[in-house]
């Protein structure tokens, strides 16, 4: 199987989506020095380094909840973006740069510590629908 030059595309995408998730790490871990928190902690309770109020337990914990999340999701959408890719690299290039400025909206939201100013993101399901429909298209092909 030779792959098209669009393909290149593909790539793009997958690279700048493992940048985004390392600048949301980096994130954490600025919020991590901003209100002290210190590892193993995952999520924060009020007392815990620095957090001393319901505010800042809400902006650390939802800056640590929404990279998370992000991480949680990266399993389904690389391997519907590697899967729609073949059969249509162009279009899955697109929707997967829709899913990625979507995570990035999502955690810029979250951040805030309003956990529904997460849904700035919501869009992203446009971009993991259509590459679903892209890997469902690129699976059954073969037996049509």
Aim: aromatic share 12%.
């Amino acid at each position: 199987m030779e792959l098209s030059k669009e393909y290149a595309f593909v790539g793009l995408v997958t690279i700048e989506y493992a940048l985004v998730i390392a600048w949301m790490a980096h994130r954490v871990g600025k919020a991590r020095r901003k209100f002290q928190v210190a590892y193993p902690t995952m999520y924060a309770r009020i007392g815990d380094g620095n957090i001393k109020d319901e505010k800042a337990l809400l902006e650390y914990n939802c800056t640590q909840r929404a990279h998370q999340n992000s991480v949680e999701n990266s399993p389904t959408f690389l391997s519907l973006l590697a899967l729609a890719s073949v059969s249509f690299p162009t279009y899955a290039a697109i929707a997967g740069q829709i899913w990625i400025v979507a995570r990035i909206a999502y955690f810029g939201g979250y951040c805030t510590g309003d956990p529904k100013k997460r849904l700035r993101g919501t869009f992203g399901y446009i971009g993991l629908i259509g590459l679903l429909g892209m890997a469902l298209a690129t699976c059954i092909k073969p037996f049509l």
